[in-house]
């Protein structure tokens, strides 16, 4: 009876062994690939965010065989067309998938995805911009609900801002989107009613401040906006080849830019955003290429080219800077986010 029972017992612990390996080599991921920098003169290449696996690394292939005699599919998410980008405080980069319509959350650090949706009862219909207030609450602009939909930090739905019922909303399109976190404001571009709104983060109207025309604090068409540490606001202004620097009142400081395709002159500028440097970075998407500017408007370097390669982009969007202070820029239309780094030896110390 004791051989027999030992017996019993080893059989037991050789299934249990051979179950937890089994167990642990299904739950297995093969770690991200490791990207080594690519200098691009000022910048420096350091990868792109794609697909959930750019994050959490790919499924062992014992799992992937599995997951296949069991009928479970790969996770083939992935973003289809993003626009605006956005980074937190934890390091985590959310991305407005326009054509997706979802708003996709890599979080690097933590090797975790999430997608972020609205209310199945009021859905994204073209998502474009995000930011985050100083309580890391998320919020985004959807220029065809014409509403700002705000999420808490972790996903979970708060409520929409613009709405005046019955289908109606304050914004006629919204698009652009900064957050003042120290004062609590929302600056929103309504691009076709060529102007911005002024904004609590609890969705009161504080300003409006704007009209249709080329002359100083007039729009044809804005997209973008940014705030800078003085609270003053850089806007794209986007039909008239130019970016506008306005007072948080909406007074007109200051311009730069013009139609063509030199250095210094725009045709589709898009995304913007301020460096701690206090460089003045526009996205081209026509042209394909980030633009540096310094307060004045004098251009300073700039970086991209066409095409789907390591620094190449095909009509890029958005743009964010990380407190790290990396740049993410979506590169819509070849569906990812492209990261770099200034090169602070090619910038001359800078």
């Known amino acids: 009876m004791n051989l027999r029972a030992g017996k019993k017992t080893q059989l037991a612990v050789a299934g249990l062994t051979a179950l937890a390996l089994m167990v642990h080599a299904y739950s297995r991921t093969l770690p991200v690939p490791p990207v080594t920098p690519v200098s691009l003169g000022v910048v420096e290449y350091l990868g792109q965010l794609r697909a959930p696996v750019d994050v959490k690394g790919k499924p062992s292939g014992f799992k992937r065989f599995v997951n296949k005699a069991l009928g479970i599919e790969d996770d083939h998410r992935r973003m289809v067309m993003p626009h605006g980008v956005a980074v937190d405080s934890r390091g985590r980069v959310l991305v407005a998938d326009t054509k997706g319509q979802v708003v996709h959350i890599f979080d690097r650090a933590g090797k ?116 800078a540490a003085d609270s003053s606001l850089w806007i794209v202004d986007s039909l008239n080849f130019r970016v506008q620097h306005l007072d948080s009142s909406g007074k007109f400081l200051s311009a730069f830019g013009g139609v063509g395709d030199r250095p210094g002159e725009f045709d589709k500028p898009k995304g913007i955003a301020i460096d701690r440097e206090g460089r003045i970075m526009v996205v081209e998407g026509r042209f394909d290429r980030v633009q540096a500017y310094d307060p004045r408007g004098q251009l300073m370097f700039s970086f991209g080219s066409t095409g789907g390669g390591a620094g190449e982009f095909f009509l890029p969007a958005g743009i964010a800077l990380g407190d790290d202070g990396n740049i993410y820029i979506a590169d819509s239309q070849n569906g990812r986010i492209e990261i770099f780094r200034p090169n602070a030896s090619a910038m001359g110390g800078r």
């Not at 073209?126 to 808490?152: C, H, M, N």
């Not at 930090?153 to 929409?160: R, S």
């Open 112 to 227: 975790q995805y999430k997608q972020l949706h609205a209310p199945a009862s009021n859905p994204f219909l073209s998502p474009i911009a995000v930011a985050l207030d100083k309580e890391q609450r998320i919020y985004v602009t959807d220029s065809g609900r014409a509403l700002i939909f705000v999420f808490r930090p972790d996903g979970k739905f708060l409520k929409t801002l613009g709405a005046l019922g019955r289908g109606e909303s304050i914004f006629k399109r919204c698009t652009g989107l900064a957050i003042d976190r120290d004062k609590g404001l929302l600056y929103v571009v309504d691009t076709v009613a060529m102007r911005v709104v002024t904004m609590t983060t609890e969705g009161k109207v504080l300003a409006r401040f704007g009209k249709p025309g080329d002359g100083p604090a007039e729009f044809n068409y804005p997209t973008h906006i940014t705030v």
